[in-house]
Each structure stands twice: as structure tokens, then as C-alpha cells.
């Protein structure tokens, strides 16, 4: 696999990552054989450092230092809060047009952490698909920035809100992501990092990098007809 090189220079790289892919190993899904990490060093021919982490069915932007100082110097600027993120998501049901959720998030230990996300609605779509109680299906596509960076933390909070990311397991909607399943062919988390803007670490300037959404949710947004994301404009 070739992964897509969307920035580079001599401190840093960054890639769009695909959906499934894992940023490293780990004990919970021995059932990958391939890793960004791996993957990219193998690309490249260099040592590579994830400085911040994305789910594993999460897609889009992620960052890898190419040197010890910047990777100190840009771990800073994410434990500060400093650096800002977007992401698109596709949830179940007509969220509000804005909203900034402020709510605790448990870690595994039973610790409090605070978490807060913002997001804004870009589109609704309601289906003509006939499911459960329901004989048409909605949905949102939203637009989405956290102010802190807790585990699972945007998939947590639309679950909160009962919008649950489409194709999100575990915090998700068994009964949608089936019927994504059965009738579309579609098991991909529809949640992607589309932007990251940080400081520079060597030369202080700031950088701002975006992913054009993987071809999987595009392929979603036009099967139930998403207009205001189309295709060409995914890609601009």
C-alpha cells in the first residue's frame, strides 16, 4: 500500500490516512498486519514518530515527526491544546445547526476528564429507506472541532447526543450500521480528519494541512444525496 504523502519537508511529514488502517501495533487488534508507521518508514526510507494518534476507522490527517526535537516540540503544542482540528462526520438523525458539547469523558482507570467538541451542521438529508419504525431515514453531515483531545472523544459525544457516527462501533447504532451494511456495502466509520493547523516547529511559521475525504464516504454521501459536498468539491 502507498500511503498519500500530503506535506513534507525535513522536520515533518503528514499522510491522509485510509480508514482501517492502524497508526502502530497494538495488543487489541492482532488481527493487522499493516501499519502507518511501517508503511510510511517503508515509503520513505526514514525513521518515522506518530506525534498524536487517529482511531483506526478513522481517516484524514495525520502527523509524523522525522527528528526528536521536532517531535518534543509539536507533542507540546498537542498537550497545550494548540493545535487545531476539523473533521466531517455522518450521524443518524437532524442535529442542531451549531453546538459546543461540554461533557466529562470517563478514561479506563474511572478518572474524570473534562472534553469539549464543537461542531456545525453543513447539510441534512432525509431517505426514502423504510427501517424499524421508520419509513424514511435521516441524517447530517457535520462539521466538527474539538477543544481537547480525549479518546474516542468525538465519537462519545454524538453518541451522547443520540447522533451516533454512522458506522461507529462501539459507541455507534448497531441497527444503522447494519442496515449501512446490507443495503449500501458500507462498514467505514464516517468520521475523517479533513484539517490540522499547528506551529511549525523549526522554522515558527504556522501550517495548515487538509485531506480530501477517502473514496468510501464520498461514495456514501452521493448514494444518499448529499448535495452541498459533492464530489468535485471533496476535492478542491
Known sequence: MQLE??????????????????????????????FAVQLLRNQLGVRVT????????TGG???FALNDESNKVLNLQFDQNRVHKKYLAMVRGYTPDEE??????????????????NFRTLERVEVPVAFGMHETQRYSLVEVQPETGRMHQIRKHFNHLRHPIIGDRPHGCNKQNR?????????TMLLHATE??????AQLSMVKLSANLQPEFVRTLQLLGFQSFRTEKLKD
Open 196 to 201: 490540522m493547523e499547528f506551529e511549525h516547529p
Open 100 to 117: 459546543r458539547v461540554d461533557y466529562d469523558l470517563r478514561k479506563e482507570n474511572g478518572q474524570l476528564q473534562r472534553a469539549v467538541t
Open 179 to 187: 442496515l449501512f451494511k446490507e443495503r449500501w456495502n458500507m462498514s
Open 50 to 57: 506518530p506525534v498524536h494518534r487517529l482511531d483506526r476507522k
Open 5 to 34: 504523502i500530503i506535506f513534507r519537508d525535513e522536520h515533518l511529514v503528514a499522510i491522509n490516512k485510509p480508514h482501517g488502517l492502524l497508526v502502530h501495533k497494538s495488543r487489541l487488534a492482532a488481527d493487522a498486519d499493516e
Open 61 to 63: 490527517v495525520l502527523l
